[in-house]
């Protein structure tokens, strides 16, 4: 595994394109969460949202970043024939394709973790001018405040899942443009489901749907309300992304380069 280790790294680090999506994972998931943070109201103490998942919702837009970063160190190799002599090289497929997971998914969580940080810092910063404080019965997102340590830990926790799942997708389907629109239906079109009007469906679908699931992780109010509980849904998400790294696995192993 060493040395798939250092071949991938050397790969993934000698061109620019994987260092500027990691990049803007960190910008995209601080800007958008602190542009929530200022545009979100607390009139007279009359707060109708979640200040974690407000300050968190950057995570949103930038998991797409995540999907791109995976399918490009993934199936990039295979739209430029790379792919032979990585395998003539280094043929445990296998191997091969758990060094590229291990890389993708370790510098995903380094910049998640820094986007979360940028993300609460923004939030504690912006929130109290909206009207989110302690007088309205709100606690700032914070590293000392249990719930929204989980949310925390928990958003980077997802999008190392995110990283995991575009991984096997991307050694699935390997077709890059084929791996990137099914990982974005996958993070996308669920979420627009759960808009039809039966409620029994709209559950199921909050409770299976890969994203909707695993976002449950940032709520810190409310907890009844949601049709799962916050690790449940994040547990749910870690299904999807080892079955996708299975189905990765078997095929690449299993067919043609």
Not at 151 to 179: E, K
Request: charged share 10%; proline share 5%.
């Amino acid at each position: 595994m060493r040395r798939e280790l250092h071949a991938e790294w050397t790969k993934m680090r000698t061109v620019a394109g994987p260092a500027w999506l990691l990049v803007g994972v960190v910008l995209l998931t601080v800007a958008v969460g602190a542009a929530a943070s200022a545009v979100m109201t607390c009139p007279y103490g009359q707060c109708s949202y979640d200040p974690a998942r407000i300050s968190l919702s950057g995570v949103q837009l930038s998991q797409a970043l995540v999907a791109l970063l995976a399918v490009a160190v993934v199936s990039g190799e295979y739209s430029t024939g790379l792919i032979q002599t990585t395998l003539t090289a280094m043929p445990a497929r296998g191997r091969v394709l758990a060094a590229k997971a291990m890389l993708v998914t370790g510098t995903t969580l380094a910049a998640g973790t820094v986007g979360v940080l940028g993300s609460i810092l923004a939030a504690r910063l912006i929130l109290p001018d909206s009207g989110y404080t302690f007088v309205h019965g709100y606690a700032l997102p914070s590293l000392t405040h249990g719930p929204s340590l989980r949310a925390a830990v928990g958003t980077v926790l997802y999008l190392g899942l995110i990283a995991l799942l575009s991984v096997g997708v991307a050694a699935a389907v390997r077709d890059s443009a084929a791996a990137t629109g099914s990982v974005l239906a996958v993070l996308y079109v669920p979420s627009f489901l759960v808009l039809i009007s039966n409620p029994d469906m709209r559950e199921w679908i909050f409770r299976l749907a890969p994203t909707n699931a695993g976002l449950t992780i940032q709520a810190t109010t409310d907890l009844a309300a949601f049709p799962i509980s916050p690790w449940g849904g994040l547990g749910v998400f870690a299904a999807w992304a080892l079955a996708a790294m299975a189905l990765g696995r078997w095929l690449l192993r299993h067919r043609d380069a």
